[in-house]
Nanobody
Framework: VQLQASGGGLVQVGGSLRLSCAAS?????MGWFRQAPGKERESVATISSGGSPTYYADSGKGRFTISRDNTKNTVYLQMNSLKPEDTAVYYC?????????????????WGQGTLVTVSS
């Protein structure tokens, strides 16, 4: 399975971005992760195969929304009220298994990453 992420860019504090990730085939759990310079990759949000339930890391609760369109094999991440600390490379990932887990090591497929920069 190949994943293609898009939608990153430069945005000002308080702005919004919508990330998209298209998969080449149907997958089960999908998720968004991010990695800032000098930091480990961390989970942002994950979504089960049917669209519910979902999981959010504390960093994005109330600001980020993950969704998916299974007719397009695509997962989205709507990010609102962006902060400078949201600056990172964002990666989409997918698993063959339907489990909401935040550990990056449990995802078999990864996209190439898209850079999000939040400027103050």
């Amino acid at each position: 399975v190949q994943l293609q992420a898009s939608g990153g860019g430069l945005v000002q504090v308080g702005g919004s971005l919508r990330l998209s990730c298209a998969a080449s085939a149907r997958t089960s759990t999908m998720g968004w992760f991010r990695q800032a310079p000098g930091k480990e990759r961390e989970s942002v949000a994950t979504i089960s195969s049917g669209g519910s339930p979902t999981y959010y890391a504390d960093s994005g609760k109330g600001r980020f929304t993950i969704s998916r369109d299974n007719t397009k094999n695509t997962v989205y991440l709507q990010m609102n009220s962006l902060k400078p600390e949201d600056t990172a490379v964002y990666y989409c990932a997918a698993s063959r298994y339907n489990r909401l887990v935040p550990q990056p090591s449990l995802y078999e497929y990864w996209g190439q990453g898209t850079l999000v920069t939040v400027s103050s």
